[in-house]
């Protein structure tokens, strides 16, 4: 949530630098710079620095990629600040610390809602797990998958308390 926020706020303003940010620059009869290829630049090659900030985990996670858009984000404030568009700037500023710091909140509450948690029992391999399960099951706890291990213990992976 946070992150798509954050790419869309990022977005909107590297378009508005790049269609208002120049202006007073562009358009002239003796052009002999165009900083709008600077920014353009700016804008791919800190996607180089968020890249190296995403991390693929263990069973499929992803972690760093709300820390990437926030870079972006950061590289859109700068370009705006230094293009001169202090207010839009300023704005983009204030939505972003809102997105990454208040809305913190709001997404571990809804995430939490659907997270897996795991349980892993060793038993003795003369062990009657069968009664474990059935336990379990009459807590009304579900199960996304089962596994046993080479030594006979049990892995139970529950979708619910």
Do not use: C
């Not at 990437?68 to 700037?89: F, K, Q």
């Amino acid at each position: 949530m946070r992150t798509h926020m954050m790419v869309s706020i990022g977005s909107a303003l590297i378009m508005m630098v790049s269609s208002f940010g120049f202006k007073d620059v562009l358009g002239g009869d003796h052009i002999i710079l165009d900083p709008s290829r600077v920014a353009a630049q700016v804008v791919s090659g800190i996607g180089f620095i968020g890249a190296g900030t995403i991390l693929f985990m263990n069973k499929g996670r992803i972690r760093g990629l709300t820390t990437a858009a926030g870079l972006w984000t950061v590289a859109a404030i700068g370009l705006a600040t230094g293009g001169g568009m202090y207010l839009a700037a300023g704005v983009a500023t204030g939505f972003a610390l809102i997105i990454l710091w208040a809305l913190q909140f709001v997404e571990r509450k809804i995430t939490q809602k659907f997270k897996q948690k795991i349980l892993t029992i060793e038993a003795k391999s003369n062990a009657d797990t069968t009664k474990i399960l059935e336990d379990l099951e009459a807590e009304n706890v579900g199960f996304v998958s089962f596994s046993v291990d080479n030594n006979g213990s049990r892995s139970f992976y529950p979708i619910k308390n």
